[in-house]
């Protein structure tokens, strides 16, 4: 898995290329939260419950199905939110699910189970060039040193291009627009 601050980096960096207008900073919190909710089954472990069962790390919590359900649950906060019901739903949706799709980008772990309930089987994208994070205290030391220089690689830096890119044409537009 990527690191969890690393999660929240996909909507952050869509927020800044979006702007406040489409995004407002309540709705963009709540897609970090959703980004990063997944990997809170790693509470599994301490109840006993083991990494390769449903409700295990990367399972059931890791499914377009528990997506579909975060974002059910925050669309029904919206006007908190400030923005519209399926806006919240989209955006919320997107965000929670963008965690399993990065997941399925690392190079360890047992996949993700993207389809569950209806497959069990964990998945990997076909090209995974992500360093997987270890989890824990593993993290502080050369591993975890080379698991975010990986990140920032592979996911840091595309994003940060993604939100300068939409900011940059967010501005020109705006002036363009300013100046009929």
Not at 111 to 131: C, N
């Amino acid at each position: 898995m990527p690191t969890i601050l690393t999660h929240a980096i996909v909507p952050l960096a869509a927020a800044v290329a979006a702007g406040p207008r489409r995004l407002p900073p309540r709705l963009v919190a709540a897609g970090m939260i959703a980004s990063m909710l997944p990997d809170a089954d790693v509470l599994a472990f301490a109840i006993g419950i083991p990494y390769a069962d449903a409700f295990g790390h990367r399972g059931a919590s890791h499914s377009l199905l528990f997506a579909t359900v975060v974002a059910s649950l925050g669309a029904l906060l919206h006007r908190r939110l400030h923005a519209g019901a399926l806006r919240t739903w989209f955006w919320l949706f997107t965000c929670a699910a963008s965690h399993p799709l990065l997941d399925a980008f690392t190079d360890g772990g047992l996949g993700v189970a993207l389809l569950w309930p209806w497959s069990d089987t964990r998945m990997f994208a076909p090209w995974r060039p992500i360093e997987v994070s270890p989890i824990g205290v593993g993290f502080f030391g050369r591993r975890g040193l080379e698991v975010l220089l990986s990140e920032a690689r592979w996911i840091w830096l595309p994003m940060a291009a993604l939100a300068a890119l939409g900011y940059t044409v967010r501005r020109t537009a705006a002036a363009l627009s300013s100046q009929r």
